[in-house]
């Protein structure tokens, strides 16, 4: 279960490349780039579906039963193809500015109440734009822009990664009390994690780091309890 699910990240996929290049060159508000944009989107969904028979789109009709909730920042660095080399029917992806589960508590709950979801990961990541505005004066931004930021709650003034850090454990901390039947009951795990493209944790660029597991925050003990809990599921048959 664990294995693919908190793998470490893809510095790329094979399409990501040229899209990746192709940021730098965009500007903002420019409608032209847009109308071509939605081209490059068209046909990148036209490869998608060459490269998929019929048998994976029907299946997909069936339904979803996604073995992971994750909760992670809308910002466009961050994305599946970094989790999952399939994520289709595997990740119930919720998005929002700052990885909260304060302003989409009823996707998150969705994803573990009515879909059975046994991973709730929140991601949030490096150099995040609603970490910096949050731990400054955003006081002159939008009133929806406002109040999302106004549920994220760290220290004016540190260091971007200690943000992204603390808000990560907040998640974790406010979802545990929200299914704390569950995670007792072996049903739930919920994890905290930060993708690091800007290797501000030193652990190498693009990892994904998990920092909390359940509440446990030792690394040396975050280790070994994917292990444990894969000995406990042995035990019961499972």
Request: aromatic content about 6%.
């Amino acid at each position: 279960m664990f294995k693919k699910q908190l793998a470490i990240l893809l510095a790329t996929a094979a399409f990501a490349a040229p899209m990746f290049a192709q940021a730098g060159d965009h500007h903002a508000g420019d409608a032209a780039v847009a109308r071509a944009y939605i081209k490059e989107i068209q046909d990148a969904d036209a490869a998608y579906i060459a490269a998929h028979d019929s048998a994976f789109f029907k299946n997909l009709a069936k339904g979803q039963t996604p073995r992971a909730t994750v909760v992670t920042c809308s910002d466009s660095r961050v994305h599946t193809n970094a989790l999952d080399k399939t994520p289709e029917g595997d990740l119930f992806m919720v998005r929002n500015i700052g990885n909260q589960m304060a302003t989409a508590k009823g996707s998150v709950q969705y994803g573990v109440n009515h879909l059975g979801s046994s991973l709730l990961l929140f991601i949030g990541h490096s150099s995040c734009g609603a970490i910096k505005a949050a731990g400054g004066d955003y006081s002159t931004l939008e009133e929806p822009i406002k109040k999302e930021l106004d549920t994220i709650h760290i220290t004016k003034g540190s260091a971007n990664i200690d943000g992204v850090k603390t808000n990560v454990n907040n998640q974790v901390a406010d979802a545990l009390k929200e299914w704390a039947d569950k995670v007792k009951n072996g049903e739930l795990l919920i994890v905290g994690a930060v993708y690091d493209f800007a290797d501000d944790m030193k652990q190498g660029a693009g990892k994904l780091n998990v920092i909390n597991m359940n509440g446990e925050t030792d690394p040396a003990k975050i280790r070994n309890m994917p292990a444990q809990a894969a000995k406990a599921g042995h035990g019961h048959g499972h």
